[in-house]
């Protein structure tokens, strides 16, 4: 079992910046390939990132490469989401997911967090 603590999200203009941290507990966090996910009102679960269990490989939605960063520290059970030139339709709930590969869709995934909700204004 894992449980995942999301934090970082807010409110920030068109064109800012934000990190979201994503906490994990329970079991040994460098087991689980690392994704984070967004879902706005009256859509589907949209992929952003995944990350490897080492940190080796990463993986980005083409809406958002370039623009955002994933890395871990399996030191302190830690997946962050560095997000530059934050666009308003990038306004979503941001949850993060552990599994055993660094999937681009949700269904490999075992365990979700709660979600932090990130509010772009134009």
């Known amino acids: 079992q894992v449980q995942l603590v999301e934090s970082g999200g807010g409110l920030v203009q068109a064109g800012g910046s934000l990190r979201l941290s994503c906490a994990a507990s329970g079991d040994t966090f460098s087991y689980y390939a690392m994704g984070w996910f967004r879902q706005a009102p009256g859509t589907e679960r949209e992929f952003v990132a995944a990350?490897?269990?080492?940190?080796?490989?990463?993986y980005y939605a083409d809406s958002v490469k370039g623009r955002f960063t994933i890395s871990r520290d399996n030191a302190k059970n830690t997946v962050y989401l560095q997000m530059n030139s934050l666009k308003p339709e990038g306004t979503a709930v941001y949850t993060c997911a552990a599994g055993r590969v660094a999937a681009t869709v949700p269904s490999p995934y075992l365990y979700w967090g709660q979600g932090t909700q990130v509010t772009v204004s134009s």
């Open positions: 990350i490897s269990r080492s940190g080796d490989s990463a």
